[in-house]
Protein backbone atom coordinates (compact mmCIF):
# COMPACT_ATOMS: atom_id res chain seq x y z
CA UNK A 1 0.00 0.00 0.00
CA UNK A 2 1.39 3.57 -1.42
CA UNK A 3 1.09 6.21 1.00
CA UNK A 4 -0.75 7.94 -1.07
CA UNK A 5 -3.46 5.26 -0.77
CA UNK A 6 -2.51 5.10 3.20
CA UNK A 7 -3.78 8.67 3.44
CA UNK A 8 -6.93 7.81 1.28
CA UNK A 9 -8.28 4.60 3.24
CA UNK A 10 -7.65 6.59 6.16
CA UNK A 11 -9.94 9.06 5.56
CA UNK A 12 -12.75 6.52 3.76
CA UNK A 13 -12.11 4.79 7.16
CA UNK A 14 -12.13 7.19 9.94
CA UNK A 15 -15.04 9.22 7.92
CA UNK A 16 -17.09 6.09 8.14
CA UNK A 17 -16.70 4.86 11.91
CA UNK A 18 -17.94 8.58 12.41
CA UNK A 19 -21.13 7.87 10.68
CA UNK A 20 -20.96 4.72 11.98
CA UNK A 21 -21.33 6.31 15.12
CA UNK A 22 -24.81 7.81 14.32
CA UNK A 23 -26.36 4.63 14.22
CA UNK A 24 -24.97 3.11 17.28
CA UNK A 25 -26.60 6.19 19.36
CA UNK A 26 -29.71 4.48 18.94
CA UNK A 27 -31.17 3.05 22.02
CA UNK A 28 -31.81 -0.13 20.58
CA UNK A 29 -29.83 -3.68 20.67
CA UNK A 30 -29.38 -4.71 17.16
CA UNK A 31 -29.85 -1.56 15.03
CA UNK A 32 -26.33 -0.54 15.33
CA UNK A 33 -25.19 -3.93 13.85
CA UNK A 34 -27.39 -2.94 10.74
CA UNK A 35 -25.90 0.09 10.99
CA UNK A 36 -22.53 -1.09 10.90
CA UNK A 37 -23.09 -3.83 8.04
CA UNK A 38 -24.55 -0.82 5.53
CA UNK A 39 -21.92 1.42 6.67
CA UNK A 40 -18.95 -1.14 5.74
CA UNK A 41 -20.70 -2.21 3.01
CA UNK A 42 -20.20 1.23 1.38
CA UNK A 43 -17.19 1.42 2.97
CA UNK A 44 -15.78 -1.53 0.91
CA UNK A 45 -16.64 0.12 -2.39
CA UNK A 46 -15.35 2.66 -1.36
CA UNK A 47 -12.18 1.22 -0.26
CA UNK A 48 -11.86 -0.85 -3.48
CA UNK A 49 -11.78 2.44 -5.75
CA UNK A 50 -8.66 3.46 -3.73
CA UNK A 51 -6.78 0.56 -4.98
CA UNK A 52 -8.46 0.57 -8.67
CA UNK A 53 -10.35 -2.03 -8.55
CA UNK A 54 -14.68 -2.15 -8.92
CA UNK A 55 -16.80 -3.93 -6.28
CA UNK A 56 -20.32 -5.03 -6.67
CA UNK A 57 -22.98 -4.04 -3.94
CA UNK A 58 -23.07 -7.61 -2.99
CA UNK A 59 -19.29 -8.01 -3.03
CA UNK A 60 -19.15 -5.10 -0.94
CA UNK A 61 -21.79 -7.08 1.54
CA UNK A 62 -20.13 -10.14 1.04
CA UNK A 63 -16.57 -8.45 2.39
CA UNK A 64 -18.25 -6.66 4.95
CA UNK A 65 -20.22 -9.34 6.75
CA UNK A 66 -16.45 -10.99 6.65
CA UNK A 67 -15.09 -8.32 8.23
CA UNK A 68 -17.56 -8.26 11.09
CA UNK A 69 -17.13 -11.87 11.85
CA UNK A 70 -13.56 -11.37 12.15
CA UNK A 71 -13.85 -8.44 14.50
CA UNK A 72 -16.28 -9.96 16.48
CA UNK A 73 -14.34 -13.67 16.43
CA UNK A 74 -11.27 -11.36 17.94
CA UNK A 75 -13.36 -8.89 20.38
CA UNK A 76 -16.70 -10.90 21.44
CA UNK A 77 -16.93 -8.65 24.58
CA UNK A 78 -16.28 -5.73 22.49
CA UNK A 79 -18.83 -6.62 20.74
CA UNK A 80 -21.20 -7.71 23.58
CA UNK A 81 -20.87 -4.71 25.52
CA UNK A 82 -21.44 -2.59 22.34
CA UNK A 83 -24.94 -4.11 22.74
CA UNK A 84 -25.49 -4.57 26.48
CA UNK A 85 -24.59 -0.56 27.23
CA UNK A 86 -27.15 0.28 25.15
CA UNK A 87 -29.63 -0.48 28.17
CA UNK A 88 -27.94 2.38 30.30
CA UNK A 89 -29.49 5.72 28.32
CA UNK A 90 -27.30 8.46 27.76
CA UNK A 91 -23.78 6.80 28.93
CA UNK A 92 -24.62 4.21 27.46
CA UNK A 93 -25.73 5.48 23.83
CA UNK A 94 -22.22 7.03 24.02
CA UNK A 95 -20.61 3.50 24.81
CA UNK A 96 -22.12 2.12 22.53
CA UNK A 97 -20.82 4.04 19.88
CA UNK A 98 -17.66 4.86 21.37
CA UNK A 99 -17.13 0.74 20.65
CA UNK A 100 -18.62 0.62 17.31
CA UNK A 101 -16.10 2.95 16.01
CA UNK A 102 -13.40 1.01 17.00
CA UNK A 103 -14.67 -1.61 15.89
CA UNK A 104 -15.40 -0.13 12.13
CA UNK A 105 -11.47 0.94 12.05
CA UNK A 106 -10.25 -2.27 12.76
CA UNK A 107 -12.28 -3.69 10.08
CA UNK A 108 -11.73 -1.44 7.72
CA UNK A 109 -8.24 -1.50 7.82
CA UNK A 110 -8.54 -5.34 7.75
CA UNK A 111 -10.65 -4.82 4.44
CA UNK A 112 -8.22 -2.39 2.87
CA UNK A 113 -5.42 -4.86 3.42
CA UNK A 114 -7.63 -7.66 2.21
CA UNK A 115 -8.33 -5.06 -0.96
CA UNK A 116 -5.00 -4.05 -1.43
CA UNK A 117 -3.41 -7.96 -1.79
CA UNK A 118 -6.64 -8.63 -3.96
CA UNK A 119 -5.98 -5.55 -6.70
CA UNK A 120 -2.33 -5.79 -6.21
CA UNK A 121 -2.15 -8.93 -7.36
CA UNK A 122 -3.86 -8.42 -10.56
CA UNK A 123 -1.72 -5.11 -11.10
CA UNK A 124 1.21 -7.00 -11.06
CA UNK A 125 -0.06 -9.75 -13.22
CA UNK A 126 -0.26 -12.44 -10.38
CA UNK A 127 -3.89 -13.70 -10.35
Not at 22 to 50: E, F, K, S
Amino acid sequence: MTETQTEKCHAIIHSHAAICCGGNLVPIPGVGIAADLVTMTTMACALAGVFGGSITESAGKAIAIAAIKRTVLKQPLKTLTKEVAKIVPIFGWIVSATVSASMIEAAGWAMANELDARFGEKRIGIA
